[in-house]
């Protein structure tokens, strides 16, 4: 395994691992709370942004504008259902999504998901780190490239590590910020 390979990979998991804290509430509408519903459209589940026009007027409402008018009870029902914990109201054309001001309890909780997050990308993170410094082992190993060279990937390897780590501990701090700003 290659330098950039295991950069790359590194690269993929923190944006994963963003994604994932972009669906987590912070009081503030986001239109990204919704990225990971879909609505079963034409028997087929389709994601939100594919069927809708959403759309953020003030920091507090959410309005969504289906491209087919139809699919507009679909929209509804798949939101109610949803884990978002948002109830939409339904005039007609649009649907509204009022985000309701956090608690404090609600906060916590938030924070302790956004933590449970960065950690699951951290494991990514060193677990793309084992199985890299296992690679140059087996090279050093088996006589492809020398030990002094195999060490040196090694520590390479670790270098991004740790700058990946770093990039979580600073992504996860403007979330938690982000989650307890009132």
């Known amino acids: ?33 919704l990225d990971r ?23 507090t409402t959410i309005t969504i504008q289906p491209f087919d008018r139809s699919s507009l009870g679909s929209i509804e029902k798949a939101i109610s259902l949803s884990d978002v914990g948002l109830v939409p109201n339904n005039d007609g054309t649009i649907i509204r999504l009022n985000i309701p001001p956090l608690t404090e309890e609600r ?19 060193r677990n793309i780190r084992r199985d890299a410094i296992d690679t140059a082992r087996k090279q050093g190993k088996s006589g492809d490239i020398s030990e002094d060279e195999a060490k040196d990937l090694q520590d390479q390897i670790q270098g991004l590590t740790d700058k990946y780590t770093a990039q979580i501990d600073h992504i996860f701090a403007d979330k938690e910020k982000e989650i307890t700003t009132v």
């Not at 330098?3 to 691992?17: D, F, G, N, R, V």
């Not at 933590?115 to 990308?121: D, R, Y």
């Open 1 to 33: 395994m290659k330098l950039a390979e295991t950069e790359a990979l590194m690269q993929k998991s923190i944006e994963a691992m963003q994604r994932s804290l972009n669906t987590i509430r912070t009081g503030r509408a986001n239109a990204s709370l």
């Open 37 to 59: 519903i879909t609505i079963e459209y034409y028997g087929t589940d389709t994601p939100l942004r594919s069927l809708a026009t959403i759309s953020t007027p003030d920091a």
């Open 107 to 125: 906060r916590k909780e938030f924070v302790k998901m956004a933590s449970k997050i960065a950690e699951e990308g951290k494991v990514a993170i």
